[in-house]
């Protein structure tokens, strides 16, 4: 059964909602085992990590790039990296910030840079973008309008309980399940 395992970082909770709802994606795939992986956890894991047919990656955005926690994970795994351990595994990324923009981007550029370095391969988020429209609204998918991996935004007022909101963790789910189905289809 291929397994899909999604690391994640996240100080105050907001991009654990999301690295949830890509969990959720990933459970509607029957036939394909999760891991939910807090970086803070990853040293007792990395056989898991190892053992995947695909790695998701998720961090906050701080100061417009992966926050440290994650890029502290990204530093250790170099030791799979000289004997390419991840080449051939499928690899994605989702990210959350505070910001509309808040250059998001560059967090995802980190991560699939950082994945292409193992020489895996990178599976896009697949989902239109929304909110682009004059009938187009925030409750849209992929409202931020993102390709390369899944965004959120979460009001800096808010606590995790109320964001990122219903159409990013949605957004994010369809991420968890597009990497599943195309790890199941590789596998068969
Ligand atoms: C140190 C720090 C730096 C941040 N930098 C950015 C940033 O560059 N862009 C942005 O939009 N939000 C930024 N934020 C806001 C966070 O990305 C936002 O609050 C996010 O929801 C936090 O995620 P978490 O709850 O998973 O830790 C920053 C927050 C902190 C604490």
Known sequence: MPTVVIVYHSTYGHTEVQAKAVLQGVQRVDGVSPLLLPVAEVEK?????NRADAIIFGCPTYMGSASADFKRFMEASSKLWAE????DKLAAGFTNSGSQSGDKLNT???????AAQHGMLWVSLGVLPGN???TGSMADLN?????LGAMAQSNIDLGSD???PRSDRDTA???GQRVAEIALRIAC
Do not use: E, M, V
């Not at 894991?45 to 990590?49: A, E, G, S, V, Y």
């Not at 390419?84 to 080449?87: A, D, E, F, T």
């Open 45 to 49: 894991h990395w056989d898991d990590l």
């Open 84 to 87: 390419q351990k991840w080449k």
């Open 108 to 114: 995802l550029l980190q991560l699939a840079i950082f």
């Open 132 to 134: 682009n429209s004059t």
């Open 143 to 147: 409202r931020i309008g993102s390709y």
């Open 162 to 164: 109320a964001a990122p």
């Open 173 to 175: 789910s369809l991420l």
